[in-house]
T-cell receptor, first 110, second 115 residues
Framework: SQQGEEDPQALSIQEGENATMNCSYK?????LQWYRQNSGRGLVHLIL?????REKHSGRLRVTLDTSKKSSSLLITASRAADTASYFC??????????FGKGTMLLVSP | DTEVTQTPKHLVMGMTNKKSLKCEQH?????MYWYKQKAKKPPELMFV???????INESVPSRFSPECPNSSLLNLHLHALQPEDSALYLC??????????????FGPGTRLTVL
């Protein structure tokens, strides 16, 4: 079953702008992960944040986690056309496998 | 080697055909996964193998039959598929499984079309 819900479903921005995507989930988690998928290709892992962490950075990516609100956000700074892709959050909890959200489609125009 | 490979990239088959999808990883990962993904939808978990044993079958129809010949290989045997089975089939692997969930490494997928 899908636990994560991304918001917005689609986002269109210009190159150089920042893109923010949000993810909400329902049950307690061990970690939350973000993945990118270019059209029709496999998923690429971007970043993992554990339940006891509040913020994590990786290059132009910044992820926050608020376990009290059961939500996470992914910020991509200074976006590029190559960032155009679908972005999925995925939650890992207890003895279950990853549960993927519905995804946000990001379009970055030159 | 941090790559998961999948063959074939594309597959077109009739409803009476038997075909197989193959997945390989050489990262020493002990958990391997099959996902099905429809257009504009998230991946849906089908099967999980942990230490070469089937750990999870998400109520997948028997026309899909997984096999894990060894720790590096994962197959998905297809038989008597329906047109609604057309999708992108993704293989993934990870170091840990239950209680040690971490990053999953995905292959590029096999685009399957059932006529």
């Amino acid at each position: 079953s899908q636990q994560g819900e991304e918001d917005p479903q689609a986002l269109s921005i210009q190159e150089g702008e920042n893109a923010t995507m949000n993810c909400s989930y329902k049950t307690s988690i061990n970690n939350l992960q973000w993945y990118r998928q270019n059209s029709g290709r496999g998923l690429v892992h971007l970043i993992l944040i554990r339940s006891n962490e509040r913020e994590k950075h990786s290059g132009r990516l910044r992820v926050t986690l608020d376990t009290s609100k059961k939500s996470s956000s992914l910020l991509i700074t200074a976006s590029r056309a190559a960032d155009t892709a679908s972005y999925f959050c995925a939650t890992g909890s207890g003895y279950s496998t990853l549960t993927f959200g519905k995804g946000t489609m990001l379009l970055v125009s030159p | 080697d941090t790559e998961v490979t999948q063959t074939p990239k594309h597959l077109v088959m009739g409803m009476t055909n038997k075909k197989s999808l193959k997945c390989e990883q050489h990262m020493g990962h002990r958990a391997m996964y099959w996902y099905k993904q429809k257009a504009k939808k998230p991946p849906e978990l089908m099967f999980v193998y942990s230490y070469e044993k089937l750990s999870i079958n998400e109520s997948v129809p028997s026309r899909f039959s997984p096999e894990c010949p060894n720790s590096s290989l994962l197959n998905l045997h297809l038989h008597a598929l329906q047109p609604e089975d057309s999708a992108l089939y993704l293989c993934a692997s990870s170091q840990g499984y239950r209680g040690l969930l971490g990053e999953q490494f995905f292959g590029p997928g096999t685009r399957l079309t059932v006529l």
